[in-house]
């Protein structure tokens, strides 16, 4: 039973649970949540079926120790899809699986829909709706979706190819207020000879084994011996000479009980990969599909071919090692140490050489107030360094939606590398919330890619007015490439007392990432650059009923050439209003 995914918060029908508690100890029995945030590297989310122990407890004098295990059967796993929006359209857009499945149940609760990096709310009164049976998500008009809309949902989904085992033990001690010390170790695993969506003989297991890491090849043949009959689609197998080559294990159609038949399976394999296309013309009762001979040079013509993706089943560990310690009240070294284990199918010994990934991260954080200030100002800076391995795999990412794209990056399909981040900011914050802050960042990936990134942003209240801006450019350097990425945001709004308090306000926001190839001087096809320029009135925040307008204007420039060439704009209203209240 799936909850309906239209309100913030969700009615689970089927979250049946038991729990014994005593003391400082609780244990937890059926559908249980774990969310863990303690470690970097070990940061997760997982909706299980299983069991889990929670205990705090005073092991001595100024020593606390609280230790959490958990040991379930996995309801699902996670992938992520990045998109962009269709013009005027706000769904439902249809979710895909890790393997482009289109048929499968999101777990209920467990994804999270960003547009342009900015974290949705679910629900009919909020940003979105989802439904879970069939994995599609709606927009509510509270988010006008337009084709620049860069839409990312992560989600878990129901994956039953095996039964799928999780384990996770997490211990953290507080010695004297001044030093912590985490660990963790996490383990998820497919029961290989316990298949559930797939049955697998031991000729397939055997086709696994020798396939190694290289499970996008797992493709078997999937013709079956049938025998005839009115309500199915049958094949023959005929053999052709071609080009003066013999091409043999030809499928046809056939509706002849005299001919041997076989039953089968087809894989879209991508264009020019298979010898086989929809055939749009026959009058069959379903899907059929016939052979397309290849070309004068024996290049395949067709994209779909009589073989099974077999799914191989997968290992996942990792374990943590973390240390917090408080040098003074003001000043914090942390640390924290991983190795990650991922073995893409368990069936095989081959190409184990790069299961193993190693991370870890160094950090100082100091906050001191400023003496002698009457605005009472707050002194923050932090340092930090991390190194991920190419190889290292955690459970769920690492670094913000839009971590990539800051470096002038897509924001999918990056290429694994080893990474080098530097980080160093300072901030300068009021007890009233006003703050300014400027980071420094460094991001090396192997020796392909070296950028450095300076950002810039302030908040801030005065009076009636209120600020919010930020600067960021990236100047980033590859083998082939070089280019900058730029990225300035400004709003400012006031309210009107006189005028019950309505808010006035006005922005610009501009994204431009200009890549060019060194040899020759041209402009890389991935370069973009926008600008918006917004105006909006809105009601009086603290209102149970609130209403506003906002009139933007985009224009885009694309690459032409050598340079960025002005493309398309666009003119965008939205009027929207909330009625919470019969006052």
Same mark, same amino acid.
């Given at each position: 039973?799936?909850?309906?995914?239209?309100?913030?918060n969700?009615n689970?029908?089927?979250?049946?649970?038991?729990?014994?508690?005593?003391?400082?100890?609780?244990f937890?029995?059926?559908?249980?949540?774990?969310?863990?945030?303690q470690?970097y590297f070990?940061?997760y989310?997982?909706?299980l079926?299983g069991a889990?122990f929670?205990?705090?407890?005073?092991i001595?004098?100024?020593i606390t120790n609280?230790?959490l295990?958990?040991?379930?059967?996995?309801?699902?796993?996670y992938?992520?899809?990045?998109f962009?929006?269709?013009?005027?359209?706000?769904g439902p857009?249809?979710?895909q699986?890790?393997?482009?499945?289109?048929?499968?149940?999101v777990?209920a609760g467990?994804?999270?829909?960003?547009i342009?990096?900015e974290?949705?709310?679910?629900? #009919?009164d909020?940003?979105?709706?989802i &439904?879970?049976n069939? =994995?599609?998500?709606?927009?509510t008009?509270?988010? +006008? /979706?337009t !084709?620049?809309?860069?839409?990312?949902? #992560?989600f878990?989904?129901?994956?039953? &190819?095996y039964?799928? =085992?999780?384990?996770?033990?997490a211990?953290?001690? +507080? /010695?004297? !207020?001044?030093?912590k010390i985490?660990?963790a170790?996490?383990s998820?695993?497919?029961?290989?000879?316990s298949?559930i969506?797939?049955?697998?003989?031991?000729?397939?297991?055997?086709?696994?084994a020798?396939v190694g890491?290289?499970?996008?090849?797992a493709?078997?043949?999937?013709?079956?011996?049938?025998t005839?009959?009115?309500n199915k689609?049958?094949y023959?197998?005929i053999?052709?000479?071609?080009?003066?080559?013999?091409?043999?294990s030809?499928?046809?159609?056939?509706v002849n009980?005299?001919?041997?038949?076989?039953?089968?399976?087809?894989?879209?394999?991508?264009q020019?990969?298979?010898d086989?296309?929809?055939?749009?013309?026959?009058?069959?009762?379903?899907k059929?599909?016939?052979?397309v001979a290849p070309?004068?040079g024996n290049?395949k013509?067709?994209r779909?071919?009589?073989?099974i993706?077999?799914?191989?089943?997968?290992?996942?560990?990792?374990?943590?090692?973390?240390?917090d310690?408080?040098?003074?009240e003001?000043?914090q070294?942390?640390t924290e140490?991983?190795?990650?284990?991922f073995?893409?199918?368990?069936f095989s010994?081959?190409?184990?050489?790069?299961d193993?990934g190693?991370?870890?991260?160094?950090a100082?954080?100091?906050?001191?107030?400023?003496?002698?200030?009457?605005?009472?100002?707050?002194?923050?800076s932090?340092?930090?360094?991390?190194?991920?391995?190419?190889r290292?795999?955690p459970?769920?990412?690492?670094r913000?939606?839009?971590?990539y794209?800051?470096?002038?990056?897509?924001?999918n399909?990056?290429p694994?590398?080893?990474e080098n981040l530097?980080h160093?900011?300072i901030?300068?914050?009021s007890?009233k919330?006003?703050?300014?802050?400027?980071?420094?960042?460094?991001?090396?990936?192997?020796?392909l890619?070296q950028?450095?990134?300076?950002g810039?942003?302030?908040r801030?209240?005065?009076?009636?007015?209120?600020?919010?801006?930020?600067f960021?450019?990236t100047?980033?350097n590859q083998?082939e490439?070089?280019?900058?990425y730029?990225?300035p945001?400004?709003?400012i709004?006031?309210d009107?007392?006189k005028?019950?308090?309505y808010?006035?306000g006005g922005g610009?926001?501009?994204e431009r990432n200009?890549v060019r190839?060194k040899?020759?001087?041209?402009?890389?096809?991935?370069?973009?650059s926008?600008?918006?320029?917004?105006v909006y009135?809105?009601?009086?925040?603290?209102?149970?009923?609130?209403?506003?307008?906002?009139y933007?204007?985009?224009?885009d420039?694309?690459p032409y050439?050598s340079?960025l060439?002005?493309?398309?704009r666009?003119?965008?209203?939205n009027v929207?209003?909330?009625l919470?209240?019969?006052?």
């Amino acid at each position: 039973i799936q909850p309906d995914g239209n309100t913030q918060n969700l009615n689970e029908f089927d979250k049946v649970f038991i729990q014994f508690k005593k003391g400082g100890w609780h244990f937890d029995i059926g559908d249980i949540d774990i969310r863990q945030q303690q470690h970097y590297f070990l940061n997760y989310y997982s909706r299980l079926q299983g069991a889990a122990f929670e205990r705090e407890s005073k092991i001595g004098t100024g020593i606390t120790n609280r230790l959490l295990l958990s040991g379930a059967i996995a309801k699902g796993k996670y992938t992520r899809n990045v998109f962009n929006g269709v013009e005027g359209n706000q769904g439902p857009y249809r979710l895909q699986g890790p393997n482009n499945e289109l048929f499968f149940i999101v777990l209920a609760g467990t994804e999270r829909v960003y547009i342009d990096g900015e974290l949705m709310q679910r629900g #009919e009164d909020q940003d979105y709706v989802i &439904n879970y049976n069939t =994995a599609e998500v709606t927009f509510t008009p509270r988010r +006008m /979706i337009t !084709k620049d809309k860069r839409i990312q949902v #992560e989600f878990g989904y129901a994956d039953r &190819n095996y039964l799928n =085992a999780q384990l996770y033990i997490a211990d953290e001690a +507080m /010695i004297n !207020k001044k030093l912590k010390i985490r660990v963790a170790a996490y383990s998820n695993s497919d029961a290989k000879n316990s298949p559930i969506n797939q049955t697998l003989d031991p000729r397939q297991k055997q086709f696994l084994a020798d396939v190694g890491d290289s499970v996008h090849q797992a493709l078997y043949p999937s013709q079956i011996m049938d025998t005839f009959s009115v309500n199915k689609i049958l094949y023959k197998k005929i053999d052709t000479v071609f080009n003066n080559n013999v091409h043999d294990s030809i499928y046809i159609y056939s509706v002849n009980p005299n001919d041997t038949l076989y039953n089968l399976a087809f894989t879209e394999v991508g264009q020019g990969m298979g010898d086989y296309i929809p055939d749009e013309t026959s009058a069959a009762n379903g899907k059929l599909f016939k052979w397309v001979a290849p070309d004068a040079g024996n290049a395949k013509q067709g994209r779909y071919a009589p073989v099974i993706l077999l799914i191989a089943p997968k290992k996942q560990q990792l374990l943590s090692v973390g240390a917090d310690y408080n040098i003074s009240e003001h000043t914090q070294v942390s640390t924290e140490l991983a190795v990650s284990s991922f073995d893409i199918n368990s069936f095989s010994s081959k190409d184990k050489q790069n299961d193993k990934g190693y991370a870890a991260k160094l950090a100082i954080n100091d906050s001191r107030d400023i003496k002698n200030n009457a605005n009472g100002l707050t002194l923050i800076s932090q340092l930090s360094f991390e190194w991920v391995q190419d190889r290292f795999k955690p459970v769920e990412r690492l670094r913000g939606v839009e971590f990539y794209r800051t470096w002038g990056l897509p924001l999918n399909q990056v290429p694994s590398a080893s990474e080098n981040l530097f980080h160093a900011g300072i901030e300068l914050k009021s007890k009233k919330g006003n703050s300014l802050r400027y980071l420094l960042e460094t991001y090396n990936r192997n020796a392909l890619y070296q950028g450095v990134r300076n950002g810039l942003t302030h908040r801030a209240d005065y009076g009636n007015w209120h600020f919010n801006n930020q600067f960021d450019i990236t100047v980033f350097n590859q083998n082939e490439q070089k280019g900058v990425y730029v990225k300035p945001v400004v709003d400012i709004a006031k309210d009107f007392p006189k005028m019950g308090n309505y808010r006035v306000g006005g922005g610009y926001t501009a994204e431009r990432n200009d890549v060019r190839y060194k040899l020759p001087d041209s402009i890389n096809t991935g370069s973009f650059s926008y600008e918006v320029w917004q105006v909006y009135l809105k009601s009086p925040l603290d209102k149970p009923n609130k209403w506003g307008a906002t009139y933007f204007t985009r224009s885009d420039r694309y690459p032409y050439q050598s340079k960025l060439a002005p493309s398309d704009r666009s003119h965008n209203l939205n009027v929207y209003t909330e009625l919470m209240s019969s006052e």
